[in-house]
């Protein structure tokens, strides 16, 4: 899997598995040097892009060194953060499905409210439950940007910064999902949703979304975003049913179910 690490003051997360270099946080006290840094590895290591989430404040920074804006959020202080991305190679820029993630925007900005069926719990997990969740990851995706098929990985993320949620009938964990927190930027990333074949369209992503949503409103966060599979039609239409905005598509970024796919930028502000 791919590995994180610190570049100056800035993580950057980078390998094979997802072919490029992700500056997941780009500190103040960093700069030119940083960025400098970031794409030597990438060139070094063969990666074929580098992509970064920075303030506004710091895009003119990437633009002189030929990054491009793909996608935006806003948090609640209405601060603005950009995701910017830098090609390295012609075969990585070129989007050959670019219909289909159309199509996917398109129906998930007209689709209808809908509500969810059946009895369950939604509750926040624990160690306890990390073993079911894994299971439903592994059933889900053929692949994934994180290790999230590791028990270790996920108890880390659990002492850290992550609340993960599950769904649960007669007991049964049959859906999972998690919330991201960045206290610096005051967004939370609502991420990691699965839920097992058997018991999809049943609403559940929607019920998992707004629980997370209620929850982290009650800690003061209240700036939300999700990087979407660009053509998973139930995943985008479930961020634009919660009111989410559609503001990017980040090409060919992310190995996840298996191949290297696009993914889109859904943000919201309460």
């Not at 598995?17 to 040097?33: K, Q, T, V």
């Not at 090609?87 to 159309?102: G, P």
């Not at 940007?145 to 609340?163: A, G």
């Not at 990691?192 to 074949?197: G, N, R, S, V």
Request: glycine share 6%; proline share 1%.
């Amino acid at each position: 899997m791919d590995e994180i690490i610190t570049v100056g003051n800035s993580q950057i997360q980078h390998g094979k598995h997802n072919d490029r270099a992700y500056i997941l946080s780009f500190s103040e006290e960093d700069g030119n040097a940083t960025v400098d840094i970031v794409e030597l590895l990438a060139r070094k290591q063969g990666y074929s892009k580098i992509i970064a989430k920075v303030p506004k404040t710091r895009v003119a920074l990437f633009e002189k060194k030929n990054y491009v804006t793909e996608g935006q959020l806003e948090n609640s202080m209405y601060e603005q953060y950009f995701f910017v991305a830098k090609y390295l190679s012609e075969k990585r820029r070129d989007v050959q499905n670019m219909d289909e993630i159309k199509d996917v925007i398109s129906t998930a900005l007209s689709c209808d409210s809908k509500e969810t069926s059946g009895n369950f719990e939604i509750r926040s997990l624990n160690e306890n439950d990390i073993d079911a969740q894994i299971a439903i990851y592994k059933t889900v995706f053929k692949s994934y940007p994180f290790p999230i098929y590791y028990r270790d990985f996920i108890m880390e993320m659990m002492d850290s910064h992550v609340t993960y949620y599950g769904v649960f009938e007669n007991g049964e964990m049959i859906a999972t999902s998690s919330a991201e927190v960045d206290n610096k930027s005051g967004l939370a990333e609502m991420t990691d949703f699965a839920t097992l074949p058997e018991h999809r369209g049943k609403g559940f992503a929607v019920s998992l979304l707004q629980q997370m949503e209620k929850d982290l409103e009650q800690r003061g966060i209240r700036s939300f975003f999700t990087i979407a599979r660009s053509v998973s039609y139930g995943m985008n239409k479930t961020f634009a049913r919660c009111g989410y905005s559609y503001s990017g598509t980040l090409y060919n970024n992310t190995n996840i179910n298996g191949d290297i796919e696009s993914m889109n930028i859904w943000y919201k502000v309460i």
